[in-house]
């Protein structure tokens, strides 16, 4: 009837046109409408004005800083935009654009064209690829120090460092040795998260030297290197006095204090929880760690009480490892841990799995999620103030990867959650079991196998074991597996029949197989239900 319909209208409008820009051609698969329509040429420089503002508006962090009508991650002092050698006159946040950046400091820094612009920038002492400022870093490190001596920055310090240091330079300090007698890891703790230095060590130990950081080359070297030296031993002394004055009394003489300490407000205090840990740990340690309970009952109840040592309270990343030291016997006193024990530290830093730390880290783990997850505080991916993704792949991996236990979650939940309505218990279920998708993710497992593995999340160490089967059965033969997934599919199937006409399928012995292979195919065929 000559009218355009409303799809056409629709594409007309979308790409600004009228029905004179469109053409009707035949194809193989009949009339179709086509858009023909010439679009004016435009500069480059004029396509930058039009979408520079967008570009920079499109910039976000977690908290922006307004000032005046403008918000950015930081306040704009300078704002360089240049196409070619020419710099394009434009005003952004206020600030009319230059052919100048500008230094930390306040300097100038003319820019010639952006092929010279990191060239530039490096005559004014700043690495503008951080790959390259990582280079320079390494290779200071080797060289401030020579054999046996050593350092072993954590990835995290090296990567804060080298954001806040546009021209990384090392040099070193020195602190009295007397600090040596304090446990090592107090030591590293003040160095690294207090001080951003890093600690030094020998094939003995740590030694009384440190490396520190500081931005671009400078005349006083020795004064920067002095007042380090200073804040070192003060921050030392403090660590010193707090420990002195907790080694005072033994770690189970902080256990009553905990009552002191509210959680999640006024709802509960963590001697509370510490309680339901003890009892929850004790019955987890029945079933998986029989022979144990009682080492693990007496690590649960030490579990929370360096927290309320000044040590920790100073310094709280020595929770657990504060505790262990405390907590070390020496004697066959009941109080205490059995001497080479590091089953407290384990249970709170996961460096190592054991059953007794294991059991406890879990435990603790566990009433934390069923604590936020009762009072409908769950995490979002946007909004985790408390950590629980964190606390939940961390019960994860002690499900997941402890030797010597196959830990069954159906379990596990019934001693745990026997105190709160099923709901509670299924929604953190159901985020666990998503939260295990990714964790299997992170090991290098495909998507499409860690989806696999929901049917078999009750066993979470099974089902890590059984998607790596998949994994190299699919990886190794390819081409393969999809017939093995199909006869395995047709077996099911059979059985499922069989089950119908009341015929009971024999019951495969697992420990009468052999062959790698006859193993492999009893582990796929479990993994495939």
Excluded at 160 to 189: A, M, N, Q, W, Y
Excluded at 255 to 282: H, W
Aim: charged residues 35%; neutral net charge; proline residues 4%.
């Amino acid at each position: 009837d000559g009218k355009l319909s409303a799809v056409l209208e629709g594409f007309l409008a979308r790409y600004q046109a009228d029905c004179a820009d469109i053409r009707i051609r035949a194809t193989d698969r009949g009339n179709y409408v086509f858009l023909e329509k010439t679009i004016p040429r435009r500069s480059s420089e004029q396509v930058i004005r039009e979408n520079i503002y967008s570009a920079l508006e499109g910039i976000k962090f977690s908290k922006m800083m307004r000032w005046g009508a403008h918000s950015f991650p930081r306040p704009v002092r300078n704002v360089l935009i240049m196409f070619g050698k020419k710099a394009l006159k434009l005003d952004c946040f206020g600030i009319p654009s230059s052919k100048t950046s500008r230094a930390f400091m306040g300097e100038n820094i003319k820019i010639e064209s952006p092929a010279a612009y990191e060239q530039n920038l490096k005559s004014s002492r700043i690495l503008a690829d951080r790959k390259k400022r990582g280079d320079v870093f390494e290779a200071q490190l080797k060289d401030a120090l020579k054999e046996p001596l050593y350092s072993k920055p954590s990835d995290e310090l090296t990567r804060e460092t080298l954001g806040i240091c546009e021209f990384p330079r090392i040099l070193k300090g020195e602190f009295d040795e007397k600090f040596l007698e304090l446990p090592h890891e107090f030591l590293k703790v003040t160095l690294e998260f207090h001080q951003k230095c890093f600690a030094v060590y020998d094939k003995k130990g740590m030694v009384n030297r440190f490396l520190f950081v500081v931005d671009g080359v400078s005349d006083n070297a020795r004064e920067v290197r002095d007042n380090y030296e200073r804040c070192v031993t003060a921050r030392f002394e403090d660590t010193k006095f707090f420990w002195e004055n907790d080694r005072k009394k033994k770690l189970i003489e902080y256990y009553d204090n905990l009552k002191r300490v509210n959680y999640m407000g006024k709802f509960s205090t963590l001697y509370e929880k510490a309680e339901r840990i003890i009892r929850d740990a004790a019955e987890i340690a029945k079933i998986y760690s029989p022979g144990e309970e009682e080492e693990v009952r007496k690590t649960a109840k030490l579990l929370y009480c360096d927290i309320v040592t000044q040590i920790v309270g100073e310094f709280p990343e020595l929770h657990g490892i504060a505790g262990q030291y405390l907590g070390m016997g020496v004697t066959d006193d009941p109080d205490e841990l059995p001497v080479g024990s590091h089953a407290l530290r384990d249970a709170v830093t996961l460096e190592t799995l054991n059953n007794v730390s294991a059991v406890c880290g879990l435990a603790e783990r566990l009433n934390t999620l069923k604590s936020f997850f009762s009072s409908g505080m769950l995490p979002t991916t946007s909004k985790d103030p408390y950590a629980l993704i964190k606390t939940a792949d961390e019960a994860l991996r002690i499900l997941a990867e402890t030797e010597g236990i196959d830990f069954e979650v159906t379990k596990i939940f019934e001693i745990v959650f026997d105190d709160v309505e099923k709901s509670v218990s299924d929604k953190l279920r159901d985020f666990m079991n998503e939260r295990f998708k990714l964790y299997l993710i992170k090991k290098g497992i495909p998507a499409d196998v860690a989806n696999m593995t929901e049917s078999k999340f009750d066993i979470p160490k099974e089902a890590l074991k059984l998607s790596r089967v998949v994994m190299t059965v699919r990886d190794k033969k390819r081409d393969e597996f999809a017939h093995i997934a199909a006869s395995a599919k047709r077996i099911r199937n059979i059985l499922k029949q069989a089950e119908k006409f009341g015929m009971e399928p024999a019951t495969v012995q697992k420990d009468l197989l052999k062959a790698p292979e006859e193993k492999a195919l009893y582990d796929l065929s479990a993994l495939l239900g």
